[in-house]
């Protein structure tokens, strides 16, 4: 089944705890993105990548990292988390040229940094 | 920034009735997508409109796109109960980037 995979789904860390949300896809696709979604603000972009060993800031970068070595994953780290990045993260992918097409979307991760 | 801001915010109809949101943009786009989201769940896409597109039908999704008035508009026939979602657009600016808005809440009252 064609899909996007995010572990784990539910996690409550602490302050500074390093912590790493992964993303795969079994679909080739080129193009792989995390956003965040917090209440009244929509879904923001993160991060995102063109292909492998590409990628490049979204719209809320601050906080995170990716890395894209190779195709079908993409995870994102928080080195050093904080409650401001309490949230639901949705990693996504889509094929070769990226948004003119379809995104396919994870089933998120909820995530508390008491 | 650069995104969609979808009307109304929240939208509530007895089921069989059409519902319509609409969403607006500020800059030229390159196309537009529309998605659903079920209450903590991932994305579904709907419809991609391209700018030179005026209309898309799929099933009982129409969806318009006045590029003139820099607005789009998604309706859903004769809704059911399943309806009941976040629906998000995405316009696309002609970049690597999608940039939703905060969403149109709609609940199908039974």
């Known amino acids: 089944e064609a899909q996007v995979t995010q572990n784990p789904r539910y996690l409550i860390t602490v302050t500074g705890k390093k912590l790493t949300v992964t993303c795969s896809q079994n679909?080739?696709?080129?193009?792989m993105s995390w956003y965040r979604q917090d209440p009244g603000l929509g879904l923001r972009q993160i991060y995102y990548?063109?292909?492998?060993?590409?990628?490049d800031k979204g719209d809320v970068p601050e906080g995170y990292k990716v890395s894209r070595k190779e195709k079908r994953n993409f995870p994102l780290i928080l080195e050093s988390p904080s409650p401001n990045q309490t949230s639901l993260y949705f990693c996504?992918?889509?094929?070769?040229?990226?948004?003119?097409?379809?995104?396919?979307f994870g089933p998120g991760t909820r995530l508390t940094v008491l | 920034s650069q995104q969609g801001e979808e009307d109304p915010q929240a939208l509530s109809i007895q089921e069989g009735e059409n519902a319509t949101m609409n969403c607006s943009y500020k800059?030229?786009?390159?196309?537009l997508q529309w998605y659903r989201q079920n209450s903590g769940r991932g994305l579904v896409h709907l419809i991609l409109?391209?700018?030179?597109?005026r209309e898309k039908h799929s099933g009982r999704l129409r969806v318009t796109l006045d590029t003139s008035k820099k607005s789009s508009s998604l309706l859903i026939t004769a809704s059911r109960a399943a309806d009941t979602a976040s629906y998000f657009c995405?316009?696309?600016?002609?970049?690597?980037?999608?940039?939703f808005g905060t969403g149109t809440r709609l609940t199908i009252i039974p």
């Open positions: 990548s063109m292909n492998v060993e590409v990628t």
């Open positions: 800059t030229s786009i390159n196309n």
């Open positions: 995405a316009p696309n600016f002609g970049n690597e980037k999608l940039t």
């Open positions: 996504a992918s889509s094929p070769l040229a990226g948004v003119y097409n379809e995104q396919f």
């Open positions: 679909m080739n696709h080129e193009y």
């Open positions: 409109i391209r700018s030179n597109e």
